[in-house]
């Protein structure tokens, strides 16, 4: 087990989340590069994959990252010819998004990063670790979405 700084003793679960998450995001963003994407661009396209023709803010919605970021991918996305941004028939001011076929072809690129990601993460793990990794993943993801946030000051 690493060292942990003596200012995280107090919150060991906390720092090995912080540090498995940045290496699983950093080995994520080299095989995205291969595929030309940025990171975060592969959930977009995951969910326009899974239902088609979705406004910016449902996407906004099922992915969790803030407007900024979602607006700059889907600018990037449309670049590199992956979607097309049309508005709304019933409000021109939505945007709605589809998937172009270059878009749809990256299908099983995406589920192949998927399934190298899972193989690299449990590749020192049991099925049964694996399995309660998982597990206890969620359960500490719906542990602090189910708290309301704390406030940040203005100032």
């Given at each position: 087990?690493?060292?942990?700084?003596?200012?995280a003793?107090?919150?060991?679960?906390?720092?090995?989340?912080?540090?498995?998450?940045r290496a699983?995001r950093?080995?994520?963003?080299?095989l995205?590069r291969?595929?030309n994407?940025h990171?975060?661009?592969?959930?977009?396209?995951?969910?326009?994959?899974d239902?088609?023709?979705?406004?910016?803010?449902?996407?906004?919605?099922?992915?969790?990252?803030?407007?900024?970021?979602?607006?700059?991918?889907?600018r990037?996305?449309?670049?590199?010819?992956?979607?097309?941004?049309?508005p709304?028939?019933?409000?021109?001011?939505?945007?709605?998004?589809?998937?172009t076929d270059?878009?749809?072809?990256?299908?099983?690129?995406?589920?192949?990063?998927?399934r190298?990601?899972?193989?690299?993460?449990?590749?020192?793990?049991t099925?049964?670790?694996?399995?309660?990794?998982?597990?206890?993943?969620?359960?500490?993801t719906?542990?602090?979405t189910s708290?309301s946030?704390p406030?940040?000051?203005?100032?």
């Amino acid at each position: 087990m690493p060292d942990i700084p003596t200012t995280a003793a107090g919150g060991p679960m906390g720092y090995a989340i912080f540090q498995l998450a940045r290496a699983h995001r950093a080995y994520a963003g080299v095989l995205l590069r291969k595929m030309n994407l940025h990171p975060g661009q592969e959930l977009l396209l995951m969910q326009l994959l899974d239902r088609e023709g979705q406004t910016q803010s449902e996407l906004l919605e099922a992915v969790g990252l803030d407007h900024s970021t979602v607006s700059k991918s889907l600018r990037r996305m449309q670049e590199a010819g992956l979607l097309v941004r049309e508005p709304a028939q019933h409000d021109r001011r939505v945007m709605v998004v589809h998937l172009t076929d270059k878009g749809r072809a990256m299908r099983e690129p995406i589920a192949a990063l998927w399934r190298s990601l899972e193989e690299t993460s449990a590749g020192n793990l049991t099925g049964q670790q694996a399995a309660a990794f998982v597990e206890t993943a969620y359960a500490i993801t719906e542990a602090i979405t189910s708290r309301s946030m704390p406030q940040e000051e203005s100032g």
